[in-house]
């Protein structure tokens, strides 16, 4: 069953770059049919989805941080990875990489189906 | 952006209840929505796809039904590791989104 996991560093300073990497286990990152997503959680648990990238580089981001983001995958290592520049205190979260699952059976798509369990990221000098 | 306004916040409820949990698209979106549970400190479940169908090894307790801007999540008879918070998500178009979640305490 796949599994995902987040890692990255848990405190970032303001203006620095937030960086995190998803480690894709127990599937491969270059299946078909999958697009592998960033969402964040806020204190406040309103959720936000960042964006997403195809094994082939594709990436689709939302333009409220389409300015400041970019997303990488590495096949060879079935991770997948975020760059968040410029960061704010704004932008302190709880961030989740998410598969995107595109199959579709007679009409239901099956959606977001495995979450990974998250990592708290702080923007704080 | 497809705004989901998912009610009520919160829901104070007791083991064997009935419970529902509704969500609003300000626009239609077909039957792209799924329902997922959290847990303090655990991952995300994705509980239903499509409005209405089960991930495999979800409890049969839990439904979801509707379609185009109204939806709803019901579980038949609570049990103790069904209080959790709720979060409805169309995936309909881009920038997904999400509601702000329902709360389900232990009454």
């Known amino acids: 069953q796949v599994q995902l996991q987040e890692s990255g560093p848990g405190l970032v300073k303001p203006s620095q770059t937030l960086s995190l990497t998803c480690t894709v286990s127990?599937?491969?990152?270059?299946?078909?049919?999958?697009?592998w997503n960033w969402i964040r959680q806020f204190p406040g648990k309103g959720l936000e989805w960042i964006g997403y990238i195809y094994k082939s580089g594709t990436t689709h981001y939302n333009p409220s941080l389409k300015s400041r983001l970019s997303m990488s995958v590495d096949t060879s290592k079935n991770q997948f990875s975020l760059n968040l520049s410029s960061a704010t205190a704004a932008d302190t979260a709880v961030y989740y990489c998410a598969r995107d699952n595109k199959f579709c059976t007679d009409g239901r798509c099956y959606g977001m189906d495995v979450w990974g369990q998250g990592t708290t990221v702080n923007v704080s000098s | 952006d497809i705004q989901m306004t998912q009610s009520p916040s919160s829901l104070s409820a007791s083991v064997g209840d009935r419970v529902t949990i509704t969500c609003r698209a300000s626009q239609d979106i077909n039957n792209y929505i799924t329902w997922f549970q959290q847990r303090p400190g655990k991952a995300p479940k994705s509980l239903i796809y499509?409005?209405?169908s089960l991930r495999n090894g979800v409890p049969s307790r839990f439904t979801g039904s509707g379609s185009g801007t109204d939806f709803t999540l019901t579980i038949s008879s609570l049990q103790p590791e069904d209080f959790a918070t709720y979060y409805c998500?169309?995936?309909?178009?881009?920038?997904?989104?999400f509601g702000l979640g329902t709360t389900l305490e232990i009454k």
């Open positions: 998500h169309q995936y309909k178009s881009y920038p997904h989104t």
């Open positions: 127990g599937g491969s990152i270059s299946s078909d049919g999958y697009s």
């Open positions: 499509a409005a209405s």
